[in-house]
């Protein structure tokens, strides 16, 4: 059974730091490209950062190029989000991502979120 369980979520002032895990398993976590995306109150569901299978690359939104970081490690089959200098507009349930591409199809996977609130 496929699981992506997100963690580390909760209440912080602005400019505060939270760093949050993805946790995985079901499925092979090396071969997997995972990402985290946002979504805000009355927002759509937006990207966040990616991270290729290696950790070699990683990909940002512009809103928060500077201030994140997406990490993982392949051992423990985990994936991060550092989050430093977080806004008010930063406020939103963080969601895991996961996706396999194999020869003839995709195989993606989402956790259920975890819950970030930036209010002083």
């Known amino acids: 059974q496929v699981q992506l369980v997100e963690s580390g979520g909760g209440l912080v002032q602005p400019g505060g730091s939270l760093r949050l895990s993805c946790a995985a398993s079901?499925?092979?976590?090396?071969?997997?490209?995972m990402s985290w995306y946002r979504q805000g109150p009355g927002k759509e569901r937006e990207f966040v950062a990616r991270?290729?299978?290696?950790?070699?690359?990683?990909n940002y939104a512009d809103s928060v190029k500077g201030r994140f970081t997406i990490s993982r490690d392949n051992r423990k089959n985990t994936v991060y989000l550092q989050m430093n200098s977080l806004k008010p507009e930063d406020a939103a349930v963080y969601y895991c991502?996961?996706?396999?591409?194999?020869?003839?199809?995709?195989?993606?996977?989402w956790g259920k979120g975890t819950l970030v609130t930036v209010s002083s």
């Open positions: 991502y996961g996706v396999l591409v194999y020869t003839d199809y995709t195989m993606d996977y």
């Open positions: 991270i290729s299978v290696t950790g070699g690359t990683t």
């Open positions: 079901g499925f092979t976590f090396s071969s997997a490209t």
